[in-house]
């Protein structure tokens, strides 16, 4: 019996100057990033925006500071993919990762 059958893939995530927006490596992506961290910061704008698309799993700080919790799996991810991609956070479209 082979307990090491599975080949992990290792990726490095980085965030670009702009949006990257119909990446290839997207396509066949496990949704690491949207599962790998505990939050992302928001905008005003994009906290307003996601409250009208029914988040849940918004956190407004009395330093004015806006997040979507996300740690466990964004409550947007559907199957893997974005069920808000068109409507996304900036942060989510400038988040790219690559194979290393």
Do not use: W
Not at 7 to 34: I, M, T, Y
Not at 74 to 97: V, W
Request: hydrophobic share 30%; charged share 30%.
């Amino acid at each position: 019996m082979n307990l090491f059958k599975a080949k992990r893939v290792k990726r490095q995530g980085f965030l670009s100057d702009r949006p990257v927006d119909g990446v290839e490596s997207c396509r066949g992506c496990e949704a690491d990033c949207c599962r790998g961290f505990p939050s992302v910061k928001l905008t005003a704008e994009e906290y307003s925006t996601l409250e009208r698309l029914g988040a849940v799993r918004l956190l407004f700080l009395l330093n004015g500071e806006h997040y979507l919790l996300i740690e466990h799996g964004c409550e947007f991810l559907d199957q893997n993919s974005c069920s808000i991609y068109n409507q996304r956070p900036e942060i989510c479209r400038r988040f790219t990762c690559r194979e290393i």
